[in-house]
Structures are given as C-alpha cells and as structure tokens.
Nanobody
Framework: QVQLVDSGGGLVQAGGSLRLSCAAS????????MGWFRQAPGKEREFVTA????????YYADSEKGRFTISIDNTKNTVYLQMNSLKPEDTAVYYC??????????????????WGQGTQDTVSS
C-alpha cells in the first residue's frame, strides 16, 4: 500500500522560504511521477510542480518557475519542495501526489492515484 506523508508547512512572512517533505513508502517509485499540488480556500486544487522519479525531468507551473524547486532523494524515498520568495498568494494546503504511469498530463490532479494528507502553508504580508 502506497503511503505519502507530507510535512514541513508553517507560517512565514512574505519573501521567506519553506521546505516541504513527502515521505513515500509501500512501493518502488522508480517509474512514478511525483507531483505537488496546492489548494487555497474556495479554489480548485492546482498544479505546482512535478518530477519523474526515474530520469529527474521536472515541470513547473508558470507562477512558480524560478521560486520553487522540486527534488527527489532516492536514498530516503522522499520528495522535497523548496519554496523561496514566498508571496501571500502562495498560502494554501500543499499536497504531495504520486502517479504510477507518468506521461504528459502531469499537471492534472486526476492522473494521480495517491495523495498525502496535505500540509498548511501560510504566508503573511
């Protein structure tokens, strides 16, 4: 059984940084695409970034390019999201997700079979 555990959220001032972690267990993830999504109150869940576990290819939403970085530590089976230059509009619950088959639809949340519990990130102005 695949399990994803998100952690690292918190309260930070605008311009600050946070690093989220997603500990993955229960399967070999070498063929998976791992993604981060976020959902703000009253809004739909939106794509933030994704990375292919096997080859390290990464994808970012336009609003996060240059500020956010996704990385995977194979030795720890952990996916990280480093967020810099945070803005109040980045406030949301952030979710880690795993897609067993990958492909070009990495930005669609319905592609992902497994989800973490989410971690709240709040950026104050």
């Amino acid at each position: 059984q695949v399990q994803l555990v998100d952690s690292g959220g918190g309260l930070v001032q605008a311009g600050g940084s946070l690093r989220l972690s997603c500990a993955a267990s229960g399967r070999k993830f070498c063929s998976y695409t791992m993604g981060w999504f976020r959902q703000a109150p009253g809004k739909e869940r939106e794509f933030v970034t994704a990375s292919v576990w096997s080859d390290g290819n990464t994808y970012y939403a336009d609003s996060e390019k240059g500020r956010f970085t996704i990385s995977i530590d194979n030795t720890k089976n952990t996916v990280y999201l480093q967020m810099n230059s945070l803005k109040p509009e980045d406030t949301a619950v952030y979710y880690c997700a795993a897609d067993p088959w990958g492909g070009s639809s990495y930005y669609q949340p319905e592609r992902y079979n497994y989800w973490g519990q989410g971690t709240q990130d709040t950026v104050s102005s």
